[in-house]
């Protein structure tokens, strides 16, 4: 079993950034593919981005391109996620997620094995 926590989140002004973690503990031998969705009210769950276990692939969704990037620190079993130049249409839950080693980076959640609890970003005006 693999438990996943995030933090991070809260209150941010437009333009501003934050940086998400996720912490990962239990069966994690560092093998696990990481990813990052969001959802927000009333909308579907989005995937954002996603990162090998090895670190050395991502994938980002288009529409936050340029503005969020996915990293991790293996020996801290942590992923981060972190946002630039928000928006207030940025405002949602942020979910981390984590699958076992796989040569493919999946960008839909029924392919993730583990959740974290989720943590509230808010982007205010």
């Known amino acids: 079993q693999v438990q996943l926590v995030e933090s991070g989140g809260g209150l941010v002004q437009a333009g501003g950034s934050v940086t998400l973690s996720c912490a990962a503990s239990?069966?994690?031998?560092?093998?696990?593919?990481m990813a990052w969705f969001r959802q927000a009210p009333e909308k579907e769950r989005e995937f954002l981005a996603a990162m090998k276990w090895s670190g050395r692939d991502t994938v980002v969704a288009q529409s936050v391109k340029g503005r969020f990037t996915i990293s991790r620190v293996n020996a801290k079993n942590t992923v981060y996620l972190s946002m630039d130049s928000l928006k207030l249409e940025d405002t949602a839950v942020y979910y981390c997620?984590?699958?076992?080693?796989?040569?493919?980076?999946?960008?839909?959640?029924?392919?993730?094995?583990?959740w974290g609890q989720g943590t509230q970003v808010t982007v205010s005006s």
């Open positions: 239990g069966r994690t031998d560092n093998t696990l593919n």
């Open positions: 997620a984590a699958a076992g080693a796989s040569g493919i980076i999946y960008n839909t959640g029924d392919r993730y094995d583990y």
